[in-house]
């Protein structure tokens, strides 16, 4: 997905992925399965963790979508969902829970409408309705077309003029749709389940887009909204928009490559596909946490694991702090300064609330004590080191 860099205009490209390897038990190896967001620049070649947060449920994220303000997705399994959303317009400081079961409505993210006021299309779980989530505001509003309750997802030119939307097979179709923001009222928060369904707007009638096609994964406009890029059967294809149904797609390509996400950048001055730059991928981050927060081989016993203590505490390593220093977890340490939530998983400790870890120059100071004499280090998504040792190494003797 793309979108700004957090707190600047810098387009990079957002991804999440899912540890599925086997997960650790009581008497067994594994890895404790954590959530990832990753941003990355294709012509740099950089890519950096943005958050991680413990999943033992699910499969992962899902329903990524973006604009220029936010970035949502759906995390959780079964009956416990939620939408988590990151402000892009400035550093990032922690992701926002905009509506969490069972005490708000269960919500899908399926697509974005471009504008600064950064609303999330969204599709209610108990009634199949479709809504905004504005996220800024924190409430519900009138979805200005009748979507059915399997459409999904969906794609918005950057004009807001027209709408890509997948059905549950016969591929997609396009609709005219008119993103004016609409009024927000006291019945519309998303602290509550909708209760009613939202009013649809007069649009001209949908025009499929090769009804030959099963249901459509992804979708994604050009700029300038004259062709649609299709995620489906495993590969891409693209579209004219104006076509009529059933005229094959433009070029295909990855076929057989089993794509399930995309998204179409605005145009990119400067640069071009030839100076796209490789990555290391996101595997060396995640092998990295889960050496990092492995528990001393001490406290690692049937024994000892249930006396365990973990404490946690977050800091900003570019500037000095007292937190980064902390060896013990005493009575004053605490009082002065309170921790986060944290316990032991199996071999692993771990975060116990959800995006815990953020990325960035943010580190995590852990004391392991209870079972043992309290053993202190420090954790950082992007690097164990601080951030000020590496500028003090960067800077000229």
């Known amino acids: 997905m793309w979108a700004p860099a957090p707190g600047t205009t810098e387009e ?34 950089v890519i950096e963790p943005i958050g991680a947060s413990p999943d033992m449920q699910s499969e992962g994220p899902f329903g990524l979508t973006a604009n220029s303000h936010y970035l949502a ?21 922690g992701f926002k829970v905009l509506a969490k079961a069972p005490d708000q409505a269960t919500l899908f993210t399926q697509g974005a409408a471009p504008g600064a006021d950064g609303r999330i ?15 800024s505001a924190g409430v519900l509003q009138s979805f200005p077309l009748k979507l059915g309750p399997d459409d999904g997802p969906i794609a918005i030119s950057d004009d807001g003029q027209m709408v890509a ?39 001209s009638a949908p025009r499929r887009v090769n009804s030959k096609l099963p249901h459509v994964d ?6 300038d909204a004259k062709r649609l890029a299709f995620g489906v059967s495993g590969q891409v294809q693209i579209y004219d928009a104006s076509g009529k149904d059933g005229t094959p797609p433009v070029s295909k390509y990855l076929v057989g490559a089993g794509v399930t996400g995309i998204d179409w950048s605005g145009p990119l001055a400067g640069v071009s596909f030839a100076q796209a730059k490789p990555t290391q991928g996101p595997q060396p981050f995640v092998d990295a946490l889960l050496a990092s927060t492995k528990l001393p081989a001490a406290a690692d016993t049937p024994a000892n694991r249930p006396l365990t203590r973990v404490y946690m505490w977050q800091f900003d390593s570019s500037r000095t702090s007292p937190l980064s220093s902390i060896t013990e977890a005493s009575a004053a340490v605490l009082q002065e300064h309170p921790t986060m939530a944290a316990g032991v998983v199996f071999h692993h400790w771990a975060p116990s609330t959800s995006w815990a870890f953020l990325g960035g120059c943010y580190r995590y100071r852990v004391v392991i004590a209870g079972s043992i004499q309290p053993t202190a280090s420090t954790v950082g998504l992007k690097s164990n080191a601080l951030c000020s040792e590496a500028k003090a190494s960067a800077s000229p003797s």
């Not at 059905?167 to 923001?181: E, F, H």
């Open 165 to 203: 939307v997948s059905m549950p097979d016969k591929g997609a179709y396009i609709q005219q749709l008119n993103v004016s923001t609409p009024v927000a009222t006291a019945s519309s928060s998303a602290t509550a389940s909708p209760a009613a369904s939202p009013t649809p707007q007069p649009s």
């Open 121 to 135: 299309a969204v599709r209610a779980f108990a009634t199949g309705a479709w809504y905004w989530l504005n996220p």
């Open 73 to 93: 997705m759906t995390v959780g399994c079964c009956t416990s969902y939620e939408v988590d959303a990151l402000d892009l317009t400035k550093p990032v400081t």
């Open 218 to 223: 992804a979708l994604a406009w050009s700029p």
């Open 12 to 45: 990079v490209i957002y991804f999440t992925i899912h540890d599925d390897r086997p997960a650790e038990r009581r008497t067994t190896a594994g890895v404790v399965p954590y959530d990832w967001l990753f941003m990355v620049n294709p012509f740099t070649g």
